[in-house]
């Protein structure tokens, strides 16, 4: 293959064509160290800058006050479904979950185990197609926290303001679509990502963590469970993800370098816009499984007539050079999962596909 195909993946996804050619050119060698960013220790200056710039890159462009510690964790999202819960929910041992997706149910799975969950809101009845208004949220003002998850990669849902909380901690899983845009972290007491769907490869999961949150960890907690571990050793306990921090680093410098979150969130509205267009307008050839106003910027659902015509699509399209269109296994459908890194150019040529499709196919 002579040329790099566009890439509609969920996750591992897309990364920034800039990133990937700096990276490329220092895997042999890092400049002025004669080593592979993949051969040098964690704890060597080297890396010491590269976890800090990364650091600092990520408190610059969501404007994170010192007030919040940032942390490069592993085991993926899905250990901090156990993680939150084992550290946040004593000693009231309850909390609210709004469910919105597989993730949210997941969260639940492993919360369950700690202590009392509170469903808040479900929209499982409706196949998760939509975002819970806000006076459907059922709040217990006595939680250990409200947990929500800000974008649902699998059904293609997206909240477009934090569900409004009162003084109970706000904990949200933004795996999906962290650094789309600005978000005003001052709402959140608690915020994961793993890094491998809008800001890095897989293996690390960035979380933003308000440091009173840490009186609540117990120290009966197992050492690499507990949060205040990882804050006591700046991410760095046990050998931490080298090349994926050395990799969000990068991804940071780009974005500042690209006019930081807000030009991000333009460009975004501006592409998931053009898509969502080419389903509007297609007299109901393509039928988009989100509600309009629960629709995600970063994961684009959608349905043709029938199960074959999807099919047809997919095999056409990724003969075509867009790879990644199918839905996940349980939803079935398409889904285009357009992150911050996907070039705008490529939502254009995907429109142009459906449009000749639809007009070879009705
Ligand atoms: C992908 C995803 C996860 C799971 O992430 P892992 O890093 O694989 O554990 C959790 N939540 C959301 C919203 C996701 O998109």
Redesign the pocket.
């Known amino acids: 293959m002579e040329k790099r195909i566009y890439n509609f993946s969920a ?1 591992p996804a897309i990364l920034p064509e800039d990133v990937l050619k700096e990276a490329q050119e220092h895997l042999y060698m890092l400049p002025g160290v004669g080593m592979s960013i993949l051969e040098i220790s964690h704890r060597s200056k080297t890396f010491d800058k590269i976890i800090g710039d990364a650091r600092e890159g990520l408190r610059t462009l969501l404007n994170i006050s010192q007030d919040y510690e940032l942390l490069f964790l592993q085991g ?4 901090q479904f156990s993680m939150v819960p084992l550290n946040f929910m004593p000693p009231k041992n309850k909390a609210d979950y709004i469910v919105t997706g597989s ?1 949210s149910k997941k969260a639940v799975k492993e919360a369950k185990r700690v202590g009392e969950v509170n469903i808040s809101a479900s929209t499982e009845e409706a196949k998760f197609n939509r975002i819970p208004k806000q006076e459907e949220l059922k709040l217990n003002a006595d939680a250990s926290y409200v947990h929500f ?1 800000s ?3 699998i059904y293609g849902t997206q909240w477009h303001s934090e569900p409004v909380v009162g003084d109970v901690p706000l904990v949200c ?1 933004a ?2 679509d962290i650094l789309h845009k600005k978000i005003d972290i001052n709402k959140y007491a608690f915020v994961y990502a ?1 890094a ?2 809008n800001m890095g490869p ?1 293996g690390v ?1 960035f979380v933003i963590l308000r440091k009173d949150m840490l009186e609540r960890s117990s120290d009966t907690l197992h050492t690499m469970l507990n949060y205040k571990t990882h804050v006591d050793n700046g991410s760095m306990y046990n050998t931490p993800t080298t090349f994926g921090i050395y990799i969000i680093d990068l991804v940071a410098k780009w974005l500042i370098k690209n006019g930081g979150l807000d030009a991000m969130y333009k460009l975004n509205k501006d592409k998931a816009g053009i898509l969502y267009s080419c389903i509007d307008g297609s007299a109901g050839f393509y039928k988009g499984h989100a509600e309009k106003d629960s629709r995600s910027l970063m994961n684009i659902t959608f349905n043709l007539p029938t199960a074959e015509l999807e099919q047809k699509l997919i095999a056409e399209a990724t003969a075509e050079g867009f790879s990644g269109l199918k839905g996940h296994r349980s939803v079935g459908g398409l889904r285009a999962s357009i992150y911050n890194a996907f070039p705008k150019q490529g939502v254009e040529d995907l429109v142009s596909f459906m449009k000749n499709f639809q007009t070879k196919n009705s």
């Open positions: 996750g993926g999202a899905s250990l993730w998850t974008n649902n990669t899983d795996s999906s793993g491998q769907k897989s999961t």
